[in-house]
Nanobody
Framework: QVQLVESGGGLVQPGGSLRLSCAAS????????MGWYRQAPGKQRESVAV???????NYPDSVKGRFTISRDNAENTVYLQMNSLKPEDTGVYYC?????????WGQGTQVTVSS
């Protein structure tokens, strides 16, 4: 079993920044990949950033150049730095872990971008 706890969400003005954190209950060193997903009201959950065991990263065009995912294996934590936020970035952000024991999700943290 893997528990994931997200933090760092909140209300921010357009153009602002937030950093999300995802703390795992087990060592993330051997996880196949970890990622951040978001779900806006009335929309499907979508991937916004993935980082593999080998530290390769992947972003959709909608966030490329604005969002950065990173991992701290010593702290068992994955981060999502979000800059130049736009209203369309609003949603619940979920942390995901792809592991040898299965796929795990956190409870989510709300991000609202509004003036």
């Amino acid at each position: 079993q893997v528990q994931l706890v997200e933090s760092g969400g909140g209300l921010v003005q357009p153009g602002g920044s937030l950093r999300l954190s995802c703390a795992a209950s087990r060592s993330i060193f051997r996880f196949n990949a970890m990622g951040w997903y978001r779900q806006a009201p009335g929309k499907q959950r979508e991937s916004v950033a993935v980082i593999t065991k080998g530290a390769d990263t992947n972003y959709p065009d909608s966030v490329k150049g604005r969002f950065t995912i990173s991992r701290d294996n010593a702290e068992n934590t994955v981060y999502l730095q979000m800059n130049s936020l736009k209203p369309e970035d609003t949603g619940v952000y979920y942390c995901n872990a792809d592991t040898i024991w299965g796929d795990y999700w956190g409870q989510g943290t709300q991000v609202t971008v509004s003036s």
